[in-house]
């Protein structure tokens, strides 16, 4: 596994320049893709271009979040599948092979099996595109059981509820996003993850939650950096992920307002500092 910078995930806006410069300053082994961006320059200059600016900054091409609608109307939903190729096939060319998107823990309109049959019906054509372009596809479910509260149903919120949504969709290339934060508020396991395989672990968030809420009262928005509390399993959970032999990006995604108070330089260079804390805790070389 290798560490992974994604700007959005701690609040960055920036150009792919700049964050190209933001991650290697900061020592990052990766760069996760905004495809969206990248699109137009390949179409400016090239997608060699754009590969030899990753070599130049000694950054692996990290994962990409899947830019379809698939949650909303059926009009929204069309466009951006027809569009997804263009994205995936970028993806592929600069040798990215790992798209992500999280499911929402609940509806009030759909019980569980008739909202496991819309998302397997929205999604098992998103992920033959995918498929099409050598892309693995993760799902991510959200664990905290507050998210779930008031809500006439509930919905995927473990890993066994991504994994038979992926059976469901049954493309073959369906697999986890699996957040360090949704795992501790599912209340999983580090035999869950160990019974797990490296083909299953598409993409990993690490993040640490406060430790003036129970496991329960956790919400989904207020998160730490990885390390920064200790409540979460960080060493376990990474001993977890390297004995299946995870070879993919670990991205911090704290959700954090002290953090996000930083100017961007040093909340970088923070993250990362985060990551190294963890990999010592877990006795992982660098």
């Given amino acids: 596994m290798f560490t ?21 300053d900061a020592g990052f082994e990766g760069l996760d893709l905004p495809l969206k961006e990248l699109l137009t320059r390949a179409q400016q200059t090239s997608i060699q271009e754009i590969k030899e600016r990753l070599q130049q900054a000694q950054l692996q091409p990290g994962a990409w979040g899947l830019p379809v609608d698939f949650r909303g109307d059926e009009e929204s939903y069309q466009t951006g599948l027809a569009q997804l190729p263009a994205y995936a096939e970028l993806a592929q060319a600069l040798g990215s092979s790992r798209c992500s998107t999280w499911i929402l823990p ?120 990885p390390g920064a509390s200790g409540v979460i399993d960080i060493a376990g959970f990474l001993q977890a992920l390297q004995s299946i032999g995870y070879d993919g990006p670990v991205v911090v995604e704290p959700f954090n307002a002290e953090h996000r108070a930083l100017p961007y330089a040093e909340r970088v260079k923070a993250t990362r500092a985060s990551l190294a804390k963890i990999w010592q805790q877990a006795g992982i070389k660098a």
Avoid: C
Wanted: glycine fraction near 8%.
């Fill in 106 to 225: 609940f509806s009030d309109t759909r019980d569980y099996q008739s909202n496991m049959e819309f998302h397997a019906n929205r999604l098992r054509p998103i992920a033959r595109i995918l498929a099409n372009h050598g892309q693995r596809f993760g799902l991510e479910f959200v664990g905290p059981k507050t998210m779930r509260n008031g809500h006439q149903y509930e919905f995927i919120s473990t890993i066994a509820g991504a994994l038979e949504l992926g059976q469901q969709i049954g493309t073959g290339n369906t697999g986890l996003l699996l957040d360090s934060y949704h795992w501790f508020t599912s209340h999983g396991t580090v035999a869950d993850i160990q019974h797990l395989s490296n083909q299953q672990v598409v993409y990993v968030h690490v993040n640490d939650a406060p430790a003036s809420r129970d496991v329960d009262e956790q919400i989904d928005s207020e998160r730490l950096l």
């Fill in 4 to 24: 992974s910078l994604d700007p959005g995930a701690i609040g960055v806006s920036v150009s792919f320049e700049e964050a190209l410069q933001l991650a290697q």
